[in-house]
């Protein structure tokens, strides 16, 4: 197989907001800086079609009293995240200076001239999020990213962090268009790859692309930082969504109607008219609703905007070109759905794999060099772009004042990579990526899904354990695209079998991790939940924040 | 087959192939008219129609399991 070696300071391993807004810090601070994308950077992450909110603390309209802001936020849209004060508190500090510079660079965070706050928010209650029209957001980072010299290479999906002995010395990856290795030798790493979306079977369990945040988000990074050696959190805290049926789209602030069933009664107490100003918030502190009513024989649940005023109907399409719903608007167009004559039926989604990559408030991983943004670290836009931001200025910062450490030629994780992919590329038989996907999806589902025991859970691990070590040994793919697809699952295989691990030590019963044999919270277990390889070994432990 | 190409409208440019993130069009050639290689892994973003410069020549065909839920008009009893 080819290779091609690349020198640099950062490098920025996934090209969505958290990717480029550290590339655009870092080479902002004249390192040399290069961004790797497995799809193409126009088009991936969460915020490749746009997005329409972004959480900010506005000092003019929200005054002095900062923690209100952070209160609400926990009590709202974070109020799932496990999460210490100290990431809000240093987003809150930073996100309303990111705004202004995205404002300037030409991504539009004003509607009519004029901060505009709406969604995810409570009648009566602090707004903590404006609008802003994202559609082309992408394309105005890429162009800012390349404007102070980053280099951005697309098709490059990165499977391990390098080290020599313990420092952190570059990565390896593939490439997808054509059989190339490509080995990174770098002075410091910043991970902006994402959630992993596609551990559970999606909604459509039979066609698993379908999901809000696109089919590419597969835990690489926290498959790659837990090898080396990196801390992760709460991967045991499955995350679930709620949203139009079958048609996968997130973004439920940006539909202005009321949650009704059949017979037209509101599903919550917040509305009972479409506002443009709230929405419906039973979309965020019932995501079970549209489940619930149906195990209890309510069901459907629908959002119904019917009586949305023309005013507001345009209002909403205006967001809902920024945020990604083009698809789905032009399907309707063509179908003669209409939002003013039909309720849409909306869906509890199903879970999703949770967790982090240990970051603190700088961005800085557990491991000396290493820095994550974005979802695989703290979610949302604005924590993405302000986590971004941060981690960039922190990697340059750190890269300046050192040496870089070329990689010897001994390197055991090249070695082992590149025997792994020429395995995989030299089988004539054997499962493809699909196949193991789906026994990976259906392994997590029916073992470590809605409902875990410990026996339940035991005898899950031992088949995935199973099933991942003869993927292992038998995957194979006809081309470089299905070798990066493959490479992706054995990455969901390592994440599912810490997920595992981590059900099974959390004994308790919180949020969307249900044990019937630990049915109590157990409110000393408030803290991180953390696991590490170590020399080999998973351990486990609990961190204050 | 999600993303549909209409070879009467398409100029060959496979802007297209070049931004799908999914690649579904992977092993598609700049002069040759896109190829829908991996049609089940498309995310329906609409990114491929967004960039197609030729009105027309690129669209989605939302799949049958993927089609949304709406109430009817009229109840169906």
């Not at chain 1, 209650?125 to 394309?139: A, D, L, N, S, V």
């Not at chain 1, 019917?306 to 083009?326: C, F, L, Q, R, S």
């Not at chain 1, 995989?424 to 990976?440: D, H, K, M």
């Amino acid at each position: 197989m080819q290779e091609e070696r690349i020198q640099t300071d950062v490098l920025c391993i996934g090209g969505g907001i958290a990717g480029l807004m550290a590339a655009i810090r870092a080479a902002e601070l004249g390192v040399k800086v290069v961004v790797v994308e497995k799809g193409n950077v126009l088009y991936s992450g969460c915020g490749r079609m746009g997005n329409d909110h972004f959480e900010t603390y506005i000092p003019k309209v929200h005054g002095k009293d900062k923690d209100a802001w952070i209160e609400e936020l926990l009590r709202t849209a974070k109020g799932e995240i496990l999460i210490g004060k100290n990431l809000l508190r240093a987003q809150f500090q930073k996100a309303y200076d990111i705004v202004k510079l995205w404002h300037k660079w030409g991504i539009p965070m004003k509607y009519k001239r004029k901060w505009e706050f709406a969604g995810h928010s409570f009648p009566g209650r602090p707004m903590t999020h404006i609008k802003y029209e994202g559609r082309f957001q992408k394309k105005v980072l890429i162009r800012q990213a390349k404007k102070r010299g980053a280099t951005i290479l697309n098709r490059v999906m990165v499977y391990d962090l390098l080290k020599e002995g313990k420092k952190l010395v570059g990565a390896v990856g593939i490439h997808t268009r054509e059989d190339k290795l490509l080995i990174f030798n770098a002075k410091a790493v910043l991970l902006g790859t994402g959630k992993c979306s596609r551990l559970y079977p999606s909604l459509t369990p039979g066609w698993m692309f379908n999901d809000g945040h696109g089919g590419t988000q597969t835990g690489d990074g926290r498959a790659m930082a837990y090898r080396a050696g990196a801390e992760l959190q709460n991967l045991e805290m499955p995350q679930r969504h709620i949203g139009p049926k079958y048609f996968a789209r997130f973004g439920q602030a940006t539909w202005i109607g009321v949650v009704r069933d059949w017979d037209g009664k509101p599903a919550g107490n917040f509305v009972t008219k479409p506002d443009r100003r709230y929405g419906d918030m039973i979309c965020e502190v019932n995501k079970l609703a549209p489940e619930t009513y149906t195990q209890q024989g309510k069901g459907p649940l629908y959002m119904d905007c019917t009586e949305i005023t023309p005013e507001d109907h345009d209002y909403m399409m205006h967001w809902m070109k920024n945020e990604g719903y083009p698809a789905m608007t032009q399907y309707m167009e063509q179908e003669g759905i209409d939002f003013r004559k039909h309720p849409i039926e909306f869906s509890t989604y199903p879970l999703r794999g949770g967790g982090l990559i240990v970051a603190n408030e700088n961005a800085e991983t557990s491991l000396q060099g290493l820095y994550a943004a974005g979802d695989e670290a703290f979610g949302d836009i604005s924590a993405a772009a302000t986590f971004g931001y941060v981690g960039g200025e922190n990697a340059a910062g750190y890269a300046e004042g050192i040496k870089l450490t070329q990689i010897k030629k001994s390197n055991l994780t090249i070695k082992k990579v590149k025997r792994l992919i020429d395995d995989i590329r030299g089988r004539e038989n054997g499962p493809e990526w699909e196949e193991t996907t789906i026994a990976l999806q259906q392994t997590m589902l029916d073992y470590v899904g809605k409902v875990r025991n410990e026996s339940l859970m035991k005898q899950g691990l031992a088949h995935l354990r199973f099933i991942r070590k003869k993927a292992e040994e038998t995957i194979m793919a006809k081309n470089s695209h299905e070798l990066g697809r493959s490479l992706e699952v054995l990455n969901m295989l390592e994440i599912g079998e810490l997920t595992f691990l981590m059900a099974l030590n959390r004994k308790e019963t919180r949020g969307l991790h249900v044990r019937p044999d630990y049915p109590y919270t157990n409110p000393t277990l408030n803290q991180a939940h953390i696991i590490q390889n170590v020399k080999g070994k998973n351990v486990l432990g609990w961190k204050t924040y | 087959m999600p993303p549909v190409v209409n070879k009467e409208k398409c100029i060959k440019c496979n802007k297209c192939a070049e931004i799908c993130s999914e690649d579904v069009f992977y092993g598609s050639q700049k002069g040759e008219f896109p190829t829908v290689t991996y049609p089940r892994e498309c995310v329906h973003f609409n990114g491929c129609v967004s960039v197609c410069p030729a009105p027309g020549a690129i669209s989605l065909r939302i799949p049958l399991p993927i089609q949304l839920v709406f109430k009817p008009e009229v109840d169906p009893l």
